[in-house]
């Protein structure tokens, strides 16, 4: 009970970069568990539909008027979420290799990393309510 007020404080007081650190890094360990050859399908299923879904908001946000990265950036990213998204649904009709997917979140957890070293604040995304785990 303590440590859920705890969490809940402590998240309302995090930065928005690290926020998104996060739910990367919480979703890529999920696609990496996913990745092997002994794991339920319920569990690969689960890991990439919360990775496209994580997407499907960044491509969202990045089609907002609210967002401030420049338009270059934006539509590499969109680009990148359109790719994401393609990608998802092969791996979900086969046992594609996730690697590819596990490697463009790596990336831009490093570019989250770096954008905040430089104090560079990259776009809010909002994932609080979006990504609670899903059994199916």
Request: charged fraction near 25%; avoid cysteine; proline fraction near 4%.
């Amino acid at each position: 009970m303590y440590f859920e007020a705890y969490k809940k404080a402590n998240l309302s007081v995090e930065k928005p970069a690290l926020t998104e650190y996060r739910l990367f890094a919480e979703i890529t360990r999920e696609l990496e568990t996913a990745n092997t050859d002994d794991i339920p399908a319920g569990t690969r299923i689960n890991a990439l539909f919360r990775n496209s879904q994580l997407w499907l908001t960044i491509r969202t946000d990045l089609a907002s008027a609210e967002n401030k990265l420049d338009i270059e950036t934006k539509a590499g990213l969109i680009s990148l979420a359109i790719w994401v998204n393609k990608f998802t649904a092969t791996a979900l009709r086969n046992t594609a290799d996730l690697e590819p997917l596990i490697s463009v979140n790596r990336q831009i957890m490093q570019g989250l990393t770096e954008a905040t070293k430089v104090g560079r604040t990259p776009p809010k995304v909002e994932t609080q309510s979006q990504f609670k785990q899903m059994s199916i």
